[in-house]
Every structure is written in C-alpha cells, then in structure tokens.
C-alpha cells in the first residue's frame, strides 16, 4: 500500500450511524493487505504480520500517514499485534475516506492510494478488495 494522504479533518463519527461499513470492504482489505480470513464479524486468521513496504501494519496494513491523520501514531507498535485495535483504527480510516468518497468502491481506492493517488490503481485494487471479499 502506498502512502495516504490526508484525507479529511472531520471526525469518523460525523459519518453517521446510517452508513455502516460492509463486510466486503473489512473482509476484502485484510485477504488483500494480509491473506487473513474475516467472517462474521472476527478475524478468523490473521496470516501474514509484517510490515508493509512503507511502514504500513497490522492485518489491514494501516499506512503510518493514515494513523498520524487519525492522531494515533503512538499506537503504531499495538496496531502491529492487536487485532481490536487495528480494526478500530481502520473503521475510523475508512469512515474517513467514505465521507471524502461518497461511496465504498471509491472509500477502498482512496484507502490504498490517497484520493490523489493513481486512479486507475486505486480503481483495479478496490476491485480485488470487493472480489475478496464477496468470497463465501
């Protein structure tokens, strides 16, 4: 995953209690970023731990830009290890990025490249999140 960029000032939970986040996207970014297994709510099996290329941690690889817009990167060791946290931390990412976004597909391109980042990847990576993720 490259690194984001900031994406928003506004607060996760300014997104509203209406727009939950669907399972495909958690699912789908965690079989891509990791090879990990999510259903039902838990992840299953978390596969592959290290770190991404540029800093990125935890089963949905959260980008070290991503965190710091979060105010959490003194977290950045815990997310690496603690699977709760690190889903917190990327619920409250990708609320952001729907909110800038308006809807998943582009919610999931923004979280990989940043909304300036490379469209056609973030449109071909959105893609193998939601193929991954709409697996039985």
Request: proline share 5%; with cysteine.
């Amino acid at each position: 995953m490259s690194v984001l960029f900031a994406i928003t000032a506004a607060g996760a939970s300014e997104v509203g209690p209406y727009e939950p986040i669907p399972d495909w996207v958690i699912a789908g970014i965690a079989a891509v970023e990791s090879g990990s297994t999510y259903r039902e709510g838990n992840l299953v099996h978390y596969r592959d731990r290290r770190d991404g290329a540029d800093g990125e941690v935890g089963p949905w690889q959260m980008a070290p830009s991503a965190l710091s817009d979060l105010g959490v990167s003194h977290l950045r060791s815990r997310i690496r290890v603690e699977v709760v946290l690190a889903e917190s931390m990327t619920r409250a990412w990708l609320l952001r990025c729907f909110r800038r976004a308006g809807n998943w597909n582009l919610a999931v391109a923004f979280y990989h490249t940043g909304p300036g980042g490379d469209r056609r990847r973030g449109r071909l990576y959105a893609e193998r999140v939601f193929a991954a993720g709409k697996l039985p």
